[in-house]
Structure formats: C-alpha cells, structure tokens
C-alpha cells in the first residue's frame, strides 16, 4: 500500500494562493491515479480533483474549477494541487488519495479511493 503525506496548507487571505504537495512512499506513484479531497468543520468530505496516472486526465469540482489546477511529478512520487483565488468557504482539511480504481480513473467517489494521507489545514480568512 502506498502511503501519502500532504504538506503545504496554512493560512492566507481571500484571494491570496497556495500549493499544497502529496509526496508517496511504499509504491511507485505512477501506478495510481491520484485525487484530493477536502473536508470542512460539521460536513462531509467532498471531492475536489482528481489527475489519471500520467496527468492526461483530470476532472474538477464545480466549485474549484478555473481555480485550483492539480499536477504530479511521477518521477519525485509526488502530485501538487495548485490553489488560486482562495475565497472562505475554501477553508477546510485538505487529503490526498490514490485511487483502487486503476491508473486511469478520473471518477469522484471517495469509496475509489484506497489510500489516504492525514491531511493539511487550509484556513482562508476574509
């Protein structure tokens, strides 16, 4: 099983930016596909993006689209969600998780998903 480890969160300003980072271990990343996911206090945690195993495919949140972009680096095990705009309601515990759902899977379901990191915090302040 591949483990995850997000780095990168913090606290910004409404319509400041961050990059947040997923570094794997324990397995070649280029095996899975790879998603984000963000859960914010007293709700449900919620798909944000998702990139195929060779970055050709990825599939967006409405709610993030045009916003955030999500990448990887195979070759440094490692995949990056770029977040741009930021407004509040962004504000939320960020994961990272690689899909048990083949290489190619840009679908939104978390049950697709295997392996989990532990999460970073992203607060957005108004």
């Known amino acids: 099983q591949v483990q995850l480890v997000e780095s990168g969160g913090g606290l910004v300003q409404a319509g400041g930016s961050l990059r947040l980072s997923c570094a794997a271990s324990g397995r070649t990343l280029s095996n899975y596909a790879m998603g984000w996911f963000r859960q914010a206090p007293g709700k449900e945690r919620e798909f944000v993006a998702v990139i195929s195993w060779s970055g050709a495919g990825t599939n967006y949140a409405d709610s993030v689209k045009g916003r955030f972009t999500i990448s990887r680096d195979n070759a440094k095990n490692t995949m990056y969600l770029q977040m741009n705009s930021l407004k509040p309601e962004d504000t939320a515990v960020y994961y990272c998780?690689?899909?048990?759902?083949?290489?190619?899977?840009?679908?939104?379901?978390?049950?697709?998903?295997?392996?989990w990191g532990q999460g970073t915090q992203v607060t957005v302040s108004s």
């Open positions: 998780a690689a899909s048990s759902d083949g290489r190619y899977y840009i679908g939104s379901r978390s049950s697709d998903f295997g392996s």
